[in-house]
C-alpha cells in the first residue's frame, strides 16, 4: 500500500489519527533521506496540519521539512507554527528566504512574530521588507500589547457610498487577492470615517444598479485601537460576527480584527488565567513543556515561598496553643481536616468570581451584592459540611465536646474562606492586579492563619479552657 492509500484510508477516521501519521512517516521519510517521498506526503495535508507535524520532528529536521514546501504553501504554513519554531527557522534560512516569507505574511500574524524576536533581528527584517509592508507592521508595532490595534489586520475592503452594488461587485474581484476579508465591507466617507457596513450576502442578493448607501447597515459594531483584546473577543461573540472594524480617536477606520485572531486570544487568556490560578507557574504566551526547567522553578518558586512563610506562621500560631493542645491532644487531629475544607471552599469562591469578572457575568451585580451571596453559600456549605464533620468528629473520638468545636468551626472557616475568595478578586482587579495570580495565595493565607485562630479559640470557649 502506498503512503498516499494510508492517507486515504485514514482520513475516513479522526483528524487525530491523520495528523499522527502524517507526522510518524514524515520523519521516517526523513531519516530515510526520502525527500521526494515526504514533499508527496504533505501535499493532500491541510496547511495547519503540516505546521504541527513540523513541530512534533525532531529541531535537526525541521528547516528539512520546511524547505519541501513550495513558496506559496511555505507562507502559510509558517503562519501556524509556535513562535519558537518560527524563530529556530529564522536562524536557519538565508537572509532572502526569510525576507520572501516575512514579507508576504498577513500584517497581524507578522507583528506577533516580531514581538517574540530579539530587537536587532526585527530592525533588520523590518528593513528588508516592501514600503507597504513595513508600514502596514509599523503600524500595529505602535499600538501596546493586548489591544485590537496591536491584534487588527489593515488588508480589509474600504468602499464609499456612491457605488453601485455592480460597481462594488467588480472591484471586489479585483482587491479579493490582498484583502484578508471579503465577507464583510466597510464603507467610509472622505476622512475615513467608518459610516456603515455591508455584508457579501447582502450584495450579492441587491440589484446592480443599487448604491451602497441604499443597502448599508448604519449601526456597526466597532472597537477602539485601545480596546483590551478580551474585550473585542466578548464583542465578536455577543454580536455573532465574523470580524469587527477597528476605529482611532476620529472614527477613522484603521483595521479589522477577524474571528480566528479571537479564538487564539480566547485561548491564550484562557491558558493565562489557568496558569495564574496555579501560582503563575508560567506566561500564556510560551509553551510551558517547551520551556527550560530553571526558568519553569524560577516562576513557580515564588509563591511556593508564599506558602511556606505561611505554613511558617500557621506552625507558629499552633505552637502557642501548647496549652491547649496538652490538655486536649485530639484536637490537633482535625487542624488538616478544617485548613483543607476551607481552602477548598474559598479556591471554589475565587474561581467562580474570576470567571464571572472575565466574561462580564456579574456586571450588573456589583461586588456587595457577590460577596453577599458568596457569603450565604458559605454558611450553607459550612452547615452542611459542619453537620458531618461534628458526627465524624464524635465516632473518631468519642468527646463531644471536642466534636462541637470542629463542627462549629467548619462553619465559621467556610464562611471566612467564601468571603476571602469572593471578596479579594474585587480587590485585586481594583488596585490594578492579576485576580487570578493573586487570590490563590492570599486565600489560601488567610484560611490557613485565620482557621487556626478560629479553631482554637472556639475550642477554648466550648471546652471552657
Keep these: 500500500m502506498t503512503l498516499t492509500d494510508n492517507l486515504t484510508s485514514v482520513q475516513t477516521n479522526s483528524r487525530n489519527e491523520l495528523r499522527q501519521l502524517v507526522r510518524s512517516q514524515l520523519q521516517l521519510l526523513l531519516e530515510q533521506g526520502n525527500l521526494q517521498g515526504a514533499k508527496a506526503l504533505l501535499v493532500p495535508v491541510q496547511p495547519v496540519d503540516i505546521a504541527e507535524a513540523i513541530e512534533g520532528l525532531p529541531e535537526s529536521m525541521q528547516a528539512i521539512a520546511f524547505r519541501l514546501l513550495s513558496k506559496d504553501e511555505a507562507i502559510e504554513v509558517y503562519e501556524y507554527l509556535d513562535s519558537a519554531v518560527q524563530q529556530a527557522l529564522i536562524q536557519e534560512f538565508k537572509r532572502q528566504e526569510v525576507i520572501d516569507i516575512v514579507d508576504k505574511m498577513s500584517p497581524d500574524d507578522r507583528a506577533r512574530l ?196 505561611t505554613n511558617s506562621v500557621t506552625g507558629t500560631i499552633i505552637r502557642s496553643q501548647e496549652s491547649l493542645l496538652q490538655q486536649v491532644v485530639t484536637l490537633a487531629a482535625f487542624i488538616p481536616l478544617l485548613t483543607g475544607t476551607g481552602g477548598n471552599v474559598g479556591a471554589q469562591s475565587s474561581t467562580v468570581v474570576i470567571r464571572g469578572l472575565n466574561t462580564d457575568e456579574i456586571r450588573d451585580l456589583g461586588p456587595g451584592q457577590v460577596i453577599f451571596r458568596e457569603a450565604l453559600a458559605g454558611i450553607l456549605l459550612g452547615s452542611i459540611l459542619g453537620f458531618v464533620a461534628t458526627f465524624w468528629a464524635y465516632w473518631l473520638q468519642g468527646n463531644i465536646y471536642v466534636a462541637v468545636a470542629v463542627g462549629s468551626s467548619l462553619i465559621a472557616i467556610a464562611l471566612l474562606a467564601s468571603v476571602a475568595g469572593s471578596a479579594l478578586p474585587f480587590l485585586f482587579r481594583t488596585l490594578g492586579l492579576d485576580p487570578a495570580l493573586m487570590s490563590a495565595p492570599f486565600i489560601t493565607t488567610a484560611v490557613d492563619v485565620l482557621g487556626v485562630l478560629i479553631y482554637f479559640n472556639i475550642a477554648r470557649m466550648v471546652l471552657g479552657l
Design 114 to 309: 516580531f514581538d517574540e524576536l530579539p530587537a536587532k533581528i526585527v530592525r533588520r527584517l523590518l528593513a528588508q521588507l516592501s514600503p507597504g509592508e513595513r508600514q502596514a507592521t509599523a503600524l500595529l508595532l505602535g499600538y501596546e500589547e493586548d489591544t485590537a490595534g496591536r491584534i487588527m489586520t489593515p488588508e480589509y475592503v474600504s468602499l464609499k457610498e456612491s457605488l453601485t452594488v455592480g460597481q462594488t461587485l467588480e472591484r471586489l474581484r479585483s482587491l479579493a487577492q490582498t484583502s484578508e476579508i471579503i465577507y464583510y465591507l466597510y464603507v467610509t466617507d472622505n476622512q475615513r470615517r467608518l459610516t456603515g457596513i455591508v455584508s457579501l450576502r447582502d450584495l450579492v442578493v441587491s440589484e446592480p444598479e443599487k448604491s451602497l448607501g441604499e443597502i448599508i447597515t448604519r449601526d456597526v459594531v466597532s472597537v477602539h485601537t485601545d480596546t483590551d483584546q478580551e474585550e473585542v473577543a466578548r464583542m465578536i461573540q455577543r454580536y455573532d460576527l465574523l470580524a469587527i472594524p477597528v476605529v482611532d480617536k476620529e472614527q477613522r477606520l484603521v483595521g479589522v480584527v477577524t474571528v480566528d485572531d479571537v479564538i487564539d486570544i480566547l485561548e491564550q487568556e484562557a491558558t493565562e488565567d489557568i496558569y495564574a490560578l496555579g501560582g503563575g507557574v508560567q506566561s500564556g504566551r510560551d509553551n510551558y513543556f517547551q520551556t527550560n526547567l530553571f526558568a519553569v522553578a524560577r516562576k513557580r518558586v515564588v509563591w511556593l515561598f508564599v506558602l511556606l512563610l
